[in-house]
Nanobody
Framework: QVQLVESGGGLVQAGGSLRLSCAAS???????IGWFRQAPGKEREFVSA????????RHADSVKGRFFISRDNAKNTVDLQMSSLKPEDTGVYYC???????????????????WGQGTQVTVSS
């Protein structure tokens, strides 16, 4: 089991930056951690993910070159550094875990077992 808590959301102007953090407790070794977001009236969509052991990452095309995902083994956190933010990046951002990486390198919400409560990101134009 792994428990996840997100932090770092807020209101930012277009072109600005935010850093989200996902604190993981419990088992993290051999876990695939992903970030998703959900805008009002839209489905939850994949943003970025990282394989805890080797640090391999993947990003949605819509955020490539603007978002960067990283993990801190000492702190047991997975951070999402977001830059050049756009209004369409607005939504609730969720951290999720695929224990044992059974669905690695999946990008569907159904590939992930555990979820955090989410943190709101609002980008104003």
């Amino acid at each position: 089991q792994v428990q996840l808590v997100e932090s770092g959301g807020g209101l930012v102007q277009a072109g600005g930056s935010l850093r989200l953090s996902c604190a993981a407790s419990g088992r993290t070794f051999s876990t695939y951690i992903g970030w998703f977001r959900q805008a009002p009236g839209k489905e939850r969509e994949f943003v970025s993910a990282i394989w805890w052991n080797g640090g391999r990452t993947r990003h949605a095309d819509s955020v490539k070159g603007r978002f960067f995902i990283s993990r801190d083994n000492a702190k047991n956190t997975v951070d999402l550094q977001m830059s050049s933010l756009k209004p369409e990046d607005t939504g609730v951002y969720y951290c999720a875990a695929d224990l044992w990486g059974r669905h690695y390198p999946g990008t569907s919400p159904t590939d992930f077992d555990s979820w955090g409560q989410g943190t709101q990101v609002t980008v104003s134009s």
